[in-house]
Nanobody, 126 residues
Framework: QVQLVESGGGLVQAGGSLRLSCAAS????????MGWFRQAPGKEREFVAV????????YYADSVKGRFTLSRENAKKSVYLQMNSLNTEDTAVYYC???????????????????WGKGTLVTVSS
């Protein structure tokens, strides 16, 4: 059974930082591209970041570039999203996702991923 379990969400003041984690099981982790997406209240889900299978390449949405850093530890079957300089527009439910067939990281922006977690809520207060 495939599981993606996010953790690390919470309430933070603008300008602060949070680190999200995603623990994976039930599939061959190092054969999957891993990504994060988010959905703010009243808005559609949007792409945040994606990382290659061995972690050598990443791709970010323009809105988070330079503030967020995505990494992975294949030995622990986990990915991490370090979020710095948070602002109120970052408030959303953050979802971890995995895909086994993506070749170009930019394709992940379409959101057509194989597996999804249930999400973790990040709230940034002003």
């Amino acid at each position: 059974q495939v599981q993606l379990v996010e953790s690390g969400g919470g309430l933070v003041q603008a300008g602060g930082s949070l680190r999200l984690s995603c623990a994976a099981s039930g599939f061959t982790f190092d054969s999957a591209v891993m990504g994060w997406f988010r959905q703010a209240p009243g808005k559609e889900r949007e792409f945040v970041a994606v990382i290659s299978r061995v972690g050598g390449r990443t791709y970010y949405a323009d809105s988070v570039k330079g503030r967020f850093t995505l990494s992975r530890e294949n030995a622990k079957k986990s990915v991490y999203l370090q979020m710095n300089s948070l602002n109120t527009e970052d408030t959303a439910v953050y979802y971890c996702a995995a895909d086994r067939s993506i070749v170009s990281l930019e394709d992940a922006t379409m959101g057509d991923m194989d597996y999804w977690g249930k999400g973790t809520l990040v709230t940034v207060s002003s």
